[in-house]
């Protein structure tokens, strides 16, 4: 089936709101180019984060904060907002928020022509010990920048980790400590991965070279990469130069610059595999 628009949906990071993808998103627009297909990116804070808000029915339930809630609230979202016979949909997300992106391409594979995930793993990384070295690696990734003379737009960190209601939102991030989703092997089981033979779409991770989500285990992006190959999945590996955690926010223009090859790879294949 030929689409007339490729539509990205990406959900928020940890802490951040969807004003994180300012700069990546101006870029990726302003760079897209198609004579014949329009690119839309639908940015979406998931409730209780940003300028969302809890359910005001489930306002005392902790329940309404986890991934198969915000997942659903995606679905919906995305719904109202264009004909999915006319759309060919990317989902993206960055750090914690790509683990809902993650779920949302596993419940709806149909739906999905791809996967961009940034500084993505799915094992448990909310230790001190870990947010240590996450912490080293974005330091590591800056003096390099410096010493490159690499130059980003810088975000404003008042307005990214703006939250209209702060104890909403830290509900909302502790949906990684729900059960189904507090370690890597249960993360796979509750989506099913280990029971797929063929992951149909093409799915990219974006990693910083500083980042430890790398080479994390269990659950990190190299370990993940096996796990989609193993399930004849076209994915692939991008590393980010001078690049940590939380790469979207460090080098916007870099992971615009990467996602938008991927885009135009995607649709060619598609093409392509329309005609044959």
């Not at 391409?105 to 870990?130: H, P, Q, R």
């Not at 949906?175 to 063929?198: I, N, P, Q």
Request: charged share 25%; aromatic share 10%.
């Amino acid at each position: 089936m030929s689409h007339n628009m490729l539509q990205c949906f990406v959900s928020t990071a940890l802490f951040f709101n969807l004003q994180l993808w300012k700069h990546w998103a101006e870029s990726l627009l302003e760079s897209w180019a198609s004579s014949s297909i329009g690119l839309r990116i639908v940015l979406h804070d998931v409730r209780g984060s940003g300028e969302s808000e809890p359910c005001e029915r489930r306002k005392k339930e902790n329940d309404q904060f986890t991934f198969d809630t915000y997942v659903e609230d995606a679905h919906y979202l995305l719904s109202q907002v264009a004909d999915e016979k006319q759309i060919s949909l990317f989902v993206c997300g960055m750090a914690w928020g790509s683990r809902p992106a993650f779920v949302y391409a596993s419940k709806y594979a149909e739906k999905v022509s791809g996967l961009m995930l940034y500084d993505f793993s799915i094992g448990v990384s909310t230790s001190e010990a870990w947010s240590g070295a996450q912490k080293y690696g974005a330091k590591l990734a800056k003096e390099k920048r410096v010493r490159l003379g690499i130059i980003e737009p810088v975000a404003n960190m008042e307005a990214i980790t703006k939250h209209k209601n702060k104890k909403a939102c830290m509900l909302a991030m502790a949906a990684t400590s729900k059960v189904g989703y507090d370690s890597a092997e249960a993360f796979l089981k509750t989506v099913g991965l280990r029971e797929v033979e063929s992951i149909l779409y093409p799915i990219i991770m974006m990693m910083g070279e500083f980042d430890p989500n790398l080479i994390a285990s269990p659950g990190g992006s190299k370990e993940m990469l096996k796990e989609f190959r193993d399930r004849k999945g076209v994915t692939q590996l991008a590393i980010l130069d001078s690049t940590g955690h939380a790469s979207v926010k460090a080098r916007p223009l870099l992971c615009a610059k990467v996602a938008l090859d991927f885009l135009h790879r995607s649709q060619y294949l598609h093409r392509v595999s329309s005609k044959v």
